[in-house]
Nanobody, 114 residues
Framework: QVQVVESGGGLVQPGGSLRLSCVVS??????????MSWYRQAPGQQRELVAE???????DYSEFAKGRFTISRDNTKNTAYLQMNSLKLEDTAVYYC??????WGQGTQVTVSP
C-alpha cells in the first residue's frame, strides 16, 4: 500500500522560506512513473492546486505560486519537494502532497505570521 508523508511545514515570518518534502513509500521504478502535485487548504477554503510535476518533468503552477514556489523531485529518494520563497500571510494553509493523482498525504501545516 502506497503511503505519502509530508514534512517541512512550520511557522515562518512574511518574506521567509520553507521547503516541504513528500516521501512516497513505493519502489523507485513505480515512483518514477508518478506525477506529483502539491495542494493547499486554508481554513474555511477549498483545497487548491499549488503546483504539479509530471513524470516527464513538466511543471505547472497556479498563478499565486509562479515566481515564488518551485516544485522538484528526486527519484533516487522517492521524494518530491516544494520550495517556497517570499512567503505571504495568505500562504498560511495545510499543504498536501498528491502522488499519481490518487495517493494523498496527511498534510503539513504552514503558518506565515509576523
Amino acid at each position: 500500500q502506497v503511503q505519502v508523508v509530508e514534512s517541512g511545514g512550520g511557522l515562518v515570518q512574511p518574506g521567509g522560506s520553507l521547503r516541504l518534502s513528500c516521501v512516497v513509500s513505493t519502489s523507485v521504478e513505480e515512483f518514477e512513473t508518478m506525477g506529483m502535485s502539491w495542494y493547499r487548504q486554508a481554513p474555511g477554503q477549498q483545497r487548491e492546486l499549488v503546483a504539479e510535476l509530471s513524470r516527464l518533468g513538466r511543471r505547472d503552477y497556479s498563478e499565486f505560486a509562479k515566481g515564488r514556489f518551485t516544485i522538484s523531485r528526486d527519484n533516487t529518494k522517492n521524494t518530491a519537494y516544494l520550495q517556497m520563497n517570499s512567503l505571504k500571510l495568505e500562504d498560511t494553509a495545510v499543504y498536501y502532497c498528491l502522488a499519481a493523482g490518487i495517493f494523498w498525504g496527511q498534510g503539513t501545516q504552514v503558518t506565515v505570521s509576523p
